[in-house]
């Protein structure tokens, strides 16, 4: 039995990564956080770290005789950032650990321009774990399809999603709306990391590993969350003048998340990640997408996430 170890694991994509492994037949989970006193469960270990010591942590590494790292942490800012540089060193010491899965979860961060914020960090964490005996590479995924399966999706993401509000039928698309954005959905992806990425020979594993299920325009998308609804969507466009002026069109579900979500960050967000779809920078060419070299893993597409999600349920306000 191969132990996992989950950093972030009681974060939204973590606890998506500890599900997945709970349905492992061989592997276990050893789930590294900040909490204390979480209880066990099955095949799931809690154990508390402050991810100041990277002594301590191989320790830990070494006590529950951890295989591979999968990291879970949002490296938006400087602390995650060291929190996961903390593990990473931790993991180069440990004897027991040999494979790091570095944070992302989003767009791939390899294009001369960032696409995210925080994709500095992300370069850096490559840099470093190249400096390492390390097997590691960078978890990069499309767009995560959740949001916009919320209420009906099995999901630990949060319900605050851009470009398109479902539930209220009102669209503010950025750009034409005709430029591509990948998108897949959490548990496929940790599906793949937990059934086949871990599994794969050291020299299958790449530097980046794009796991994406669909590419498709916001126009497509939107002409499908229509015909999921039922109805047509009051649309607008949000230029990339507008956007780059910080004029960004005020969707429903934007006021619903500022209770969670301060109102400034959600738009300065918003604002940067959607500047970037309206210049073609979100895509993903389909050579590099990894998973396609295992077309035997199935993967759930846009249409068929809001086929069994929102037109399956037409009578939901």
């Not at 964490?125 to 005996?133: E, F, I, N, P, V």
Request: a negative charge; aromatic letters at 10%; glycine letters at 6%.
């Amino acid at each position: 039995m191969a132990v996992i170890a989950i950093l972030g694991g009681t974060g939204h994509v973590g606890k998506t990564v500890v599900d997945t492994i709970k349905d492992h037949p061989s592997h276990s989970g050893l789930v590294v956080t900040r909490q204390a006193g979480l209880p066990n469960s099955g095949n799931i270990t809690y154990v508390q770290n402050d991810f100041s010591d990277a002594e301590a942590l191989a320790n830990i590494f070494d006590q529950y005789n951890v295989w591979a790292v999968v990291s879970c942490l949002s490296v938006a800012d400087e602390p995650m950032y060291t929190a996961q540089e903390v593990a990473i060193n931790a993991a180069e010491k440990s004897a027991s650990t040999t494979r790091f899965i570095a944070s992302n979860w989003a767009n791939p961060s390899d294009g001369p321009e960032p696409v995210d914020p925080w994709a500095l960090n992300q370069h850096r964490a490559r840099a470093h774990l190249a400096t390492t005996s390390l097997v590691w590479t960078e978890l990069a995924t499309g767009y995560l399809m959740d949001f916009w399966g919320i209420p009906f999706l099995r999901t630990h993401m949060m319900e605050m999603l851009p470009v398109i509000d479902i539930k209220n039928k009102v669209a503010a698309i950025p750009g034409t709306g005709n430029e591509v954005i990948p998108f897949a959905y959490s548990f496929d992806v940790a599906r793949f990391v937990v059934n086949v990425l871990l599994d794969l020979s050291p020299t299958k594993w790449e530097p980046i590993t794009t796991i994406v299920a669909d590419r498709l325009t916001w126009n497509e998308f939107l002409a499908l969350a229509e015909d999921a609804r039922g109805s047509k969507f009051a649309v607008s466009y949000d230029s990339i003048e507008d956007l780059a002026g910080g004029r960004l069109t005020e969707l429903p579900n934007h006021v619903e998340a500022y209770a969670f979500f301060p109102k400034a960050a959600l738009r300065g967000l918003y604002i940067g990640l959607e500047l970037a779809m309206a210049a073609g920078r979100f895509d993903i060419a389909l050579e590099k997408t990894f998973n396609l070299k295992y077309p035997d893993f199935k993967m759930i597409s846009v249409s068929k996430m809001l086929e069994s999600t929102w037109k399956s349920n037409r009578s939901a306000p």
